[in-house]
Antibody
């Protein structure tokens, strides 16, 4: 069974940093590209970052570019999101999501339970 | 970036009703369109990919159609467990934008 478990969320002051982790199990992690998707309280889903199975390419949403860094450790079956210069508008539940590709089509077929990041003084 | 517009933003329906949700994109995306369901307090889950392909395990009352810029998600006979928020997402280009969501509520 595919499992994705996020951790590392919490309360942080504006301008602060936080590192999220996503532990993967039940599948060959190194064969899949991964994503981070966030959801502000009461709001919709926002894709924020992608990393391929081999660490390149990497993409970011404009809203986090230059502040967030996605990375992975295939030996540890783990995905990370380093978040710097945090703002109040970064407050959200952060999900890691596996991207599955079928022919030319791709979609997020497995999601973690999410970890809440609250940016507030 | 490709803009996604869902309509309606919310709707009220009864068990057994046929429900249709529309997603419109700001440019043609062929059929690179996915639909997700998010029940209250739960994690999003995939319903349909490639505009009309049903994800394994998803009930057949869900169907998707469309190509280009206009897409629909149809629930043929609404069940109690279908009361949720539905999101479309394009996978044609990065960023893989989501629609704003359509909340299906109990009438």
């Amino acid at each position: 069974e595919v499992q994705l478990v996020e951790s590392g969320g919490g309360l942080v002051q504006p301008g602060g940093s936080l590192r999220l982790s996503c532990a993967a199990s039940g599948f060959t992690f190194s064969s899949y590209s991964m994503n981070w998707v966030r959801q502000a309280p009461g709001k919709g889903l926002e894709w924020i970052s992608y990393i391929s199975s081999s660490n390149s390419p990497i993409y970011y949403a404009d809203s986090v570019k230059g502040r967030f860094t996605i990375s992975r450790d295939n030996a540890k079956n783990s995905l990370y999101l380093q978040m710097n210069s945090l703002r109040a508008e970064d407050t959200a539940v952060y999900y890691c999501a596996r991207r599955l590709a079928v022919a030319a089509y791709h979609y997020f077929d497995s999601w973690g339970q999410g970890t809440l990041v609250t940016v507030s003084s | 970036d490709i803009q996604m517009t869902q309509s309606p933003s919310s709707l009220s329906a009864s068990v057994g009703d046929r429900v249709t949700i529309t997603c419109r994109t700001s440019q043609s995306i062929s059929n690179y369109l996915n639909w997700y369901q998010q029940r209250p307090g739960k994690v999003p889950s995939l319903l349909i990919y490639a505009a009309s392909s049903l994800q394994s395990g998803v009930p057949s009352r869900f169907s998707g159609s469309g190509s280009g810029t206009d897409f629909t998600l149809t629930i043929s006979s609404l069940q109690p467990e279908d009361f949720a928020t539905y999101y479309c997402q394009q996978s044609y280009s990065t960023p893989q934008t989501f629609g704003q969501g359509t909340k299906v509520e109990i009438k």
